[in-house]
């Protein structure tokens, strides 16, 4: 006759009234996390020549695509975080990189392969 055993495993979770103190002032000594960061100079400088070599000029082009990836209002690409700076580089690489979309076009007829009613 066999006996079976069955193990428990616990797991202890402390949880930190911290956590949830969303109030609190930042600790002494503490550096901030990467999501705080600053933007960096050559984050700046990324950012202004991806503007240039996809076309667009305009400050208030510019500002909205910025504050596009932030969904807060910016005066300034230096307000912008390290973590935002990178996601705004992306966006406008991503755009720049986009097949211009001719007026009128669906996405069927922009579509990159033939399906079988082409084939036909």
């Given at each position: 006759?066999?006996?079976?055993?069955?193990?428990?495993?616990?797991?202890?979770?402390?949880?930190?009234?911290?956590?949830?103190?969303?109030?609190?002032?930042?600790?002494p000594g503490?550096s901030a996390?990467?999501?705080?960061?600053?933007?960096?100079?050559?984050?700046?400088?990324?950012?202004?020549?991806?503007?240039?070599?996809?076309?667009?000029?305009?400050?208030?082009?510019?500002?909205?695509?910025?504050?596009?990836?932030?969904?807060?209002?910016?005066?300034?690409?230096?307000?912008?975080?390290?973590?935002?700076?990178?996601?705004?580089?992306?966006?406008?690489?991503?755009?720049?990189?986009?097949?211009?979309r001719a007026?009128?076009?669906?996405?069927?007829?922009?579509?990159?392969?033939?399906?079988?009613?082409?084939?036909?």
């Amino acid at each position: 006759m066999s006996h079976l055993v069955a193990a428990c495993h616990c797991i202890l979770v402390i949880v930190n009234d911290a956590l949830f103190n969303l109030d609190a002032e930042e600790v002494p000594g503490q550096s901030a996390g990467p999501s705080e960061q600053p933007i960096r100079d050559d984050q700046v400088l990324a950012i202004r020549e991806a503007f240039t070599v996809a076309g667009i000029e305009s400050q208030e082009r510019r500002q909205e695509v910025a504050q596009s990836c932030v969904v807060r209002p910016l005066a300034s690409l230096r307000e912008l975080t390290a973590v935002e700076a990178h996601r705004v580089l992306k966006r406008i690489k991503g755009n720049a990189a986009a097949k211009p979309r001719a007026v009128g076009a669906s996405d069927w007829d922009l579509r990159e392969e033939d399906t079988w009613i082409d084939k036909l």
